[in-house]
Structure formats: structure tokens, C-alpha cells
Nanobody, 128 residues
Framework: QVHFVESGGGSVQAGGSLRLSCTTS????????MGWFRQAPGKEREGVAS????????SYVDSVKGRFIISQDNEPNTVYLQMNSLIPQDTAMYFC?????????????????????WGQGTQVTVSS
């Protein structure tokens, strides 16, 4: 069982910044990946960014490259998402997720189906 503590969501005007954080406990392995995902009303959940807990390598969806940065601390196991230059299209519920460590990939995955454990989500709202 993996326990998630997510924080940092909120409301901000376009052009502003927010920093999300997610600390997990219960199952932590060097082989796993951590990721951030988002889901807007009426849309499918999409991957935003992910990070390899072992190497620190990262992956991003094209729409956030150059604006968002994913990073991590290993003790306790925490992943961050620094979101800059926010736009209204970034408005969504943001979820933290973790893989089990069973599979390794050439690049950190950002497909939701690759992740096994999910947090409850934190709302991000960007107004124009």
C-alpha cells in the first residue's frame, strides 16, 4: 500500500507560477518512476512529466516543455512539479503517481497506464 501526500495546488492568474509536491511512503524502490498527470473536466487523463528515481532522467509532454520542471528528493520520497508561465489550458486536477518498479524503460514513461499507484489529486486553476 502506497500513501500519498500531495500539496501545492490553487488558483493563479495566467503567467503565474505554482509548485506541486507529492510525498509517498509504503513502497519505495530505486527502480521506480514518479510522475505528474492531469485531467480536465470531460477530458482524458494525460501525462505531464515523469522522473526516474534512480537516474533523475525526466520526460515531459510537449505542451509543458520549457515551462514545467519535475524534480525529486529521495528522503523522504518526494517529487515536485514547478509550473511557470501558466496558461488557462493548464487548468485541471493534477495527480501524482508512482510505478511499482517491476518494469524499466528507455525513458521515463508518461502514459497513465504505466503507473500503478495514484494520489488523490490537487486542483490547479489558471484564470485569464
Amino acid at each position: 500500500q502506497v500513501h500519498f501526500v500531495e500539496s501545492g495546488g490553487g488558483s493563479v492568474q495566467a503567467g503565474g507560477s505554482l509548485r506541486l509536491s507529492c510525498t509517498t511512503s509504503g513502497w519505495v524502490t530505486k527502480r521506480m518512476y514518479m510522475g505528474w498527470f492531469r485531467q480536465a473536466p470531460g477530458k482524458e487523463r494525460e501525462g505531464v512529466a515523469s522522473i526516474d528515481r534512480d537516474t533523475g532522467n525526466t520526460s515531459y509532454v510537449d505542451s509543458v516543455k520549457g515551462r514545467f520542471i519535475i524534480s525529486q528528493d529521495n528522503e523522504p520520497n518526494t517529487v515536485y512539479l514547478q509550473m511557470n508561465s501558466l496558461i488557462p489550458q493548464d487548468t485541471a486536477m493534477y495527480f501524482c503517481a508512482q510505478t511499482s518498479g517491476q518494469y524499466r524503460y528507455a525513458y521515463p514513461p508518461i502514459k497513465p497506464s504505466s503507473f500503478n499507484y495514484w494520489g488523490q489529486g490537487t486542483q490547479v486553476t489558471v484564470s485569464s
